[in-house]
């Protein structure tokens, strides 16, 4: 078998020593919707922005120079065309060039088929949207090797799904938003017997009665299944599934009344019913489910009451209410939940009196207070939440009198929201307090150079968002020049211009720049990339 149209043997890495594929366990990065439990190889959508990340970021190993199995895996992936296939090599360097490809959104259909007959762990598609069933062809030929796969928003039909029933040992597998499979396809997956992770999120085609075949899924440990066409009557179907510990809903036509299926589920951890149909009325049924760690209720019609009857969850670590109608009254009900670690308010009726409430919950360390009424004054009850690490104020009543009053015991934060909040130049100053910072958002407009400057010596920040800041000039690119741990930057909607992203050379780990509404083209950031940031995956402007 030909591995290059130049090479007749494997003198480029026959020197390399095959890597375990344990080694590289403690790179997990967080994939939007699935679980680093199953996925430790495939692509990173985290870089995008800080949505997609409800834990903390991933950290990048910091070295002076690329190690020779980098540099290889590099050369193979810039010189693509000149290979046929990739069978003949060790299975995790055929893994390592596959994920090269994927994160550098490289991986095209003139380079899938170099990968039949790989044997490879995991084939996790990240952004790629050109997956079709010739690609479920390549997948499908790793046989039992295969442990994951993920594809999303793609061309893949019936036929392609059907193609995975090679594909024995499949541990994990993610359709997302794929709108050419049928209720026929997802009949393949429940061949799949070894399965513990399913995501089939905005599928339109899936009913009720298509996951009556998935009580035979007797293995599965995560089920993401939002559909619109989901009511209570299909997860009755899931009531026998006694391995389950992560249940996604959102957005399905359900009720409190599925709880009545749910209970049984006694390895139960993390229920999410985000934008489904509940109310108050029957809500008490949530108390039943006593071993819950996670809990999301957000955009739902709940109020106090339902409030109420979490309060025995006693072992949640995390509760998303976003969006609901929560007012100060109904954080009393919190204060026995003192394992709580992440606490999402945002957009709820809960103002500066309701963060009185906070003062058992000492485990704290993720807590979202975006769009509610808490003032500069508030802030100061947030003083003996010593745990916290990311904390969201984007909300127009904050000012730099608020920042200033976070530098009292709120130090150790990585990562601040103050997407909209009022913070001027003068306020900036207080920011050198924050010296953990890992991501910051400051877009409320009322910045120039002038408080940029304050911002270059924090040095741990990786994703830094100041979109929106009329008045930053290229001088702003000069201060940020130091910041050699940015991963993603964004200055859109601002005066950076083409001769500005000279500053920007010494950032060799950025891998997102945005610099949309500028005087930037993408000509000169297609430049940069090629002379200066080989790392840099995703721009704007893009054409």
């Not at 009198?401 to 709120?410: E, F, M, N």
Request: contains cysteine.
């Amino acid at each position: 078998m030909i591995v290059s149209e130049s090479y007749q043997g494997n003198s480029l890495m026959g020197s390399i020593c095959s890597c375990k594929r344990d080694h590289y366990a403690d790179e997990n990065i967080t994939r939007r919707g699935f679980s680093t439990r199953y996925f430790k190889l495939g692509s990173s959508k985290w870089l995008e922005s800080s949505l997609f990340l409800p834990g903390p970021f991933c950290q990048l190993q910091r070295r002076s120079c690329p190690s020779l199995m980098e540099l290889c895996i590099r050369k193979i992936c810039e010189d693509i065309d000149k290979y046929r296939s990739f069978s003949i090599l060790p299975r995790d360097i055929s893994q390592l060039i596959f994920n090269h490809l994927v994160d550098s959104c490289s991986l095209s259909d003139n380079c899938i088929e170099a990968f039949r007959d790989c044997a490879l762990h995991d084939m996790c598609m990240g952004e790629c949207t050109r997956v079709n069933d010739k690609w479920l062809d390549v997948i499908s030929s790793q046989g039992s090797s295969l442990l994951s796969a993920y594809i999303s928003s793609t061309e893949v039909t019936d036929f392609g799904l059907s193609l995975l029933r090679n594909c024995s040992n499949l541990q994990a597998l993610g359709l997302d938003c794929c709108d050419k499979i049928s209720a026929h396809g997802i009949k393949h997956i429940t061949g799949l017997t070894n399965l513990e992770s399913l995501t089939i999120r905005s599928c339109k085609c899936i009913m009720d009665s298509d996951l009556k075949p998935f009580a035979g899924l007797v293995n599965l440990k995560e089920l993401q299944i939002s559909c619109n066409d989901i009511t209570n009557v299909g997860v009755s179907y899931l009531r026998d599934l006694d391995k389950l510990v992560v249940l996604n809903l959102e957005g399905s036509d359900v009720t409190a009344s599925c709880l009545d299926y749910l209970t049984a589920l006694t390895s139960l951890k993390s229920l999410n019913l985000n934008r489904c149909h509940l109310t108050d009325d029957g809500c008490e049924k949530f108390s039943a489910l006593s071993n819950l760690k996670e809990l999301n209720l957000g955009f739902n019609n709940i109020t106090d009451t339902c409030l109420g009857h979490l309060k025995g969850l006693t072992k949640l670590e995390g509760l998303y209410l976003d969006s609901c109608r929560i007012s100060n009254d109904g954080l009393a009900h919190l204060a026995g939940l003192s394992n709580l670690k992440a606490l999402e308010l945002s957009d709820t009726e809960v103002g500066s009196n309701g963060i009185l409430q906070f003062s058992g919950l000492t485990k704290l360390e993720d807590l979202n207070l975006s769009f509610t009424s808490v003032t500069d004054s508030g802030l100061t009850k947030l003083s003996g939440l010593t745990s916290l690490r990311s904390l969201n104020l984007d909300t127009r009543q904050i000012t730099d009198s608020g920042l200033a009053i976070l530098t009292t015991g709120l130090t150790g934060l990585t990562h601040l929201d103050l997407f909209g909040a009022q913070i001027t130049d003068s306020g900036t100053k207080y920011l050198t307090y924050f010296r953990s910072l890992q991501s910051l958002d400051l877009c409320g407009g009322r910045l120039t150079d002038a408080g940029v400057k304050n911002i270059k010596d924090l040095s741990s920040l990786m994703l830094l968002n100041l979109s929106q800041n009329l008045k930053l000039t290229d001088t702003a690119l000069e201060f940020l020049s130091g910041l050699t741990s940015l991963v993603s930057l964004n200055v859109s909607n601002s005066r950076i211009t083409n001769e500005g992203l000279q500053h920007l050379k010494p950032l060799k780990n950025l891998r997102s720049l945005y610099l949309e509404f500028c005087g930037v083209t993408a000509c000169e950031i297609k430049k940069l990339q090629a002379t200066a940031l080989p790392n840099l995956a995703r721009y704007r402007p893009n054409q």
